[in-house]
Nanobody, 122 residues
């Protein structure tokens, strides 16, 4: 499975960004998808996940009410809509894939994209 993330950039506090991740190499509907992020000097942390069907999601408390995840199985993409961005959201964002489940552990995800930088200025 190959994952290609895009959509990062620089945004002001309170702004919005939409990240996308394109998947290839396996039937997309057989993959659960997640987003993680890693800020400088910090461990990689779970952000959001979505199951194969798109009906179940899981999210970190830190992004509740601000970030949403969605997927388009016809286009083999998963999206991360980020609203009301804060400086503490600054990080490299990674999309990841697993065969089932929407757990938060990074070691449960088998495939990873290259990451895209999100910077929120204060």
């Amino acid at each position: 499975v190959q994952l290609q993330a895009s959509g990062g950039g620089l945004v002001q506090t309170g702004g919005s960004l939409r990240l996308s991740c394109a998947a290839s190499g396996r039937t997309f509907s057989t993959l659960s998808m997640g987003w993680f992020r890693q800020a400088p000097g910090k461990d990689r942390e779970f952000v959001l996940a979505i199951d194969r069907s798109g009906f179940r999601t899981n999210f970190a408390d830190s992004v509740k009410g601000r970030f949403t995840i969605s997927r388009d199985n016809a286009k083999n993409t998963v999206n991360l809509q980020m609203n009301s961005l804060k400086p503490e959201d600054t990080a490299v964002y990674y999309c990841a894939a697993r065969l089932w489940g929407i757990g938060v552990g990074s070691d449960e995800y088998m495939w990873w994209g290259q990451g895209t930088q999100v910077t929120v200025s204060s």
